[in-house]
C-alpha cells in the first residue's frame, strides 16, 4: 500500500494530469467514448484512490495521432 502511494505520488509529481471530463473537452470527444477508449486499451488511465484520471502525455499523443491522420 505504501509502495503504491509512493508510485503513484512520483507520477503525479512528474506529469501533469486531467480528470476524465477535462480530457474529454480537450480531445474534443464525448464522455463514453472517452471511457471506450479506456476500456479499448487506446487511451492509458491512471487511477488513484478510486478516481480515474487521464496524464497530459496521453491526452498530447492523441492529439498528435488525429492531427497527423487529418
Known amino acids: 500500500m505504501i509502495q503504491s502511494y509512493i508510485m503513484t505520488k512520483l507520477i503525479v509529481d512528474t506529469e501533469e494530469i486531467y480528470e476524465t471530463n477535462e480530457a474529454a473537452r480537450l480531445l474534443g470527444i464525448g464522455y ?20 480515474t484520471f487521464i496524464p497530459k502525455s496521453e491526452v498530447e499523443r492523441l492529439k498528435n495521432e ?5
Open 32 to 51: 463514453a467514448t472517452l471511457y471506450r477508449w479506456i476500456k479499448d486499451g487506446k487511451l492509458i488511465p491512471l487511477r488513484i484512490g478510486g478516481r
Open 66 to 70: 488525429k492531427a497527423a491522420s487529418d
